[in-house]
């Protein structure tokens, strides 16, 4: 089945820089990689997703970058602020699996003030 | 329009007892997840379901059971609780139709303890 790894585990940026997360999967049939944002004690929540007919794709401050030859995919996020600390999970999976997603074990946020 | 609602949204289990979660969604998904959640190993799916009276093992199925007799139900059994089940559960639901949108609306999450 998919494997979905992301790096780091955690992150520390000062508040107005960006920050890079990084995710590679195994199935190069995924087609579908969504990032979801998980504040403390809360619900996982979408924020972006890109499918496998696009390289990248941006939302004001966060983008997500694709590059299928590789299977890696990659979360931007410009300008942090500290409302951006949570944990970020990314994830894969392909149309004809029932919309299964395979999530990598996520990365912890930390912007300081 | 609650969205995913679980309940029992906490509970305490001695080992070898059972008990069941409850999800429901008002938002007419076909499809329903339960997925576990422990520190640094990200969101597990358990069992899934593509539509009413249909389900399917995930990733780490041993040890539940589930049953999705109402489209907008779905129920996940421990039949004899391990403290290895201890986690946090979430369940979700999306449209089937992936190029509509592949996105999952979560519910609040259960805090299962298994003593």
């Known amino acids: 089945g998919e494997n979905v790894e992301q790096h780091p585990s955690t992150l520390s940026v000062q508040e107005g820089d960006s920050a890079v997360i990084k995710c590679t999967y195994s199935?190069?049939?995924?087609?579908?990689f969504p990032w979801y944002k998980q504040e403390l004690g809360k619900r996982p929540q979408l924020i972006i997703d890109?499918?496998?007919?696009?390289g990248e794709k941006k939302d004001q401050r966060i983008a997500v970058t694709l590059n299928k030859t590789a299977k890696h995919f990659s979360l931007h996020i410009t300008e942090t602020q500290p409302e951006d600390s949570a944990v970020y999970f990314c994830?894969?999976?392909?149309?004809?699996?029932?919309?299964?997603?395979?999530f990598g074990g996520g990365t912890r946020v930390l912007v300081k003030p | 329009n609650a969205g995913v609602t679980q309940t029992p949204k906490f509970r305490v289990l001695k080992t070898g007892q059972s008990m069941t979660l409850l999800c429901a969604q008002d938002?007419?998904?076909?499809?329903m997840y339960w997925y576990r959640q422990d520190p640094g190993m990200g969101l597990r799916l358990i069992h899934y379901?593509?539509?009413?009276?249909?389900?399917a093992k995930g990733e780490v199925p041993d040890g539940y059971n589930v049953s999705r007799l109402k489209k907008q139900n779905f129920l996940l059994g421990l039949e004899s609780a391990a403290p290895s089940q201890t986690s946090v559960y979430f369940c979700?639901?999306?449209?089937?139709?992936?190029?509509?949108?592949?996105?999952?609306?979560f519910g609040e999450g259960s805090r299962l303890t298994v003593l």
């Open positions: 199935d190069s049939a995924s087609n579908y």
């Open positions: 938002m007419n998904h076909e499809y």
């Open positions: 994830a894969a999976s392909k149309a004809a699996a029932g919309n299964k997603l395979t």
């Open positions: 890109i499918r496998s007919n696009v």
């Open positions: 379901s593509v539509g009413e009276g249909t389900t």
């Open positions: 979700a639901s999306s449209y089937r139709r992936q190029l509509r949108t592949g996105e999952l609306f």
